[in-house]
């Protein structure tokens, strides 16, 4: 077979010899217009994942080699999960190349969202961490939201260089590219996505003139999503897939909340009020007097409270507790890829009990 043929769902290096090793390809399928190793074919008509090889530095490895190429990089974020997915070290993985932030999956989030407050909030964030962004963009990759207008922008900012789409694991990077390579030429789902993270395993270039291509690359992994600690079934039920839906609680002080059995928060002290929860709708909340709450988790965590199913279990770090004082109305309680709680009226004491490792935030609400 000729050298270095790569697999066009996720770049992989293409072999016909060993079926049980990455990139195998019969070689009945070799001269097809569009190559694909057995795992993309799996993961595309199965939905089936194959676990694969490669480590978190392997893939931060490669995707660091870009460091001293020209070009500009589309740094995507999911929104439903921007501290899980904002890559705080990206200036030492893409060198000094002009960087344009792309938040995706804003279909997730309630029509009623003002876009305006979440970009500026989202421009905050980036100042926090130092992270110097030519623009900040809201998009959907699966819906086509916005995608022209970025698609406009990046056109007239790369200055005939690559562009290089760069983020975490599942943001949404394949998709994306997929949703251009579509409206330029009707082919569709030309590089393969999945809700599983570790899906692209190596660049994949898309030509777009004579020179200069958009580049995919492999998702960088952050040991601290949550999406790393929970079995595939739960993982579907956890990230969310349609437009989230508000649920209200009106709580009293000594009053519980528990998110499944993977997140937790009592409501300690301050006057009845409403808690906005905001994660997958197909995620159970369950109410009920703080004084149970100990109780109930014990004996019901994996069965009323579940997730976590008992593969996730088994893997789940214990949850820890963290006492907040929230002062301002529409105040946000963030856990990281899992969801929010917003706080309308403020003036209250919480503890929200949560997977070590996993990141809880406050922002004000947008
Ligand atoms: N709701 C929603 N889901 C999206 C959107 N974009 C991508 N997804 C979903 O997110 C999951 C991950 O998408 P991919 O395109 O494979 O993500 P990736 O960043 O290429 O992932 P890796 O290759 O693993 O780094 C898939 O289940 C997609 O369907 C979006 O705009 N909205
Ligand atoms: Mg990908």
Known sequence: MKTKLRCDGCGVELQTENEDELGYIPKSALDREHVLCKRCFQLRHYNK?????????????MVSSI??????????????DVDGTLLKNLRRIVGDKKIYLVA?????????????????????????????VEEIHLISAQTGYQIDE?????????????IYVVGVTNVGKSTFINQLIQRSTHLKDAITTSYFPGTTLDFISIALDQTSAMIDTPGIVNERQIAHYVSKKDLKTIVPRKEVKARNYQLNDRQTLFFGGLARL????????????YFSNELPIHRTK?????DLYEKQVGKLLSPPNEETKKQLPP???QSYRISEPNTDIVFSGLGWVTILDGNITVDVYYPKGITVSIRSSF
């Open 290 to 294: 703080s004084d149970n709450a100990d």
């Open 150 to 162: 970025l698609a406009m922008v990046l056109e007239s900012a790369r200055d005939h260089q690559d």
């Open 67 to 80: 460091h001293d190429e020209k070009g500009i990089v589309v740094h995507l974020i999911d929104i439903f």
């Open 266 to 277: 009592d409501f300690i002290k301050g006057a009845r009020q409403t808690f906005v929860c």
């Open 49 to 61: 994942n194959v676990t694969v090889s490669l480590t978190s530095d392997d893939f931060l490895q």
């Open 319 to 321: 949850l820890v507790k």
């Open 104 to 132: 995706n999956k804003i279909d997730l989030l309630p029509k009623s969202t003002n876009h305006k407050k979440l970009t500026d909030w989202l421009y905050k964030v980036i100042k926090d961490e130092h992270l110097e």
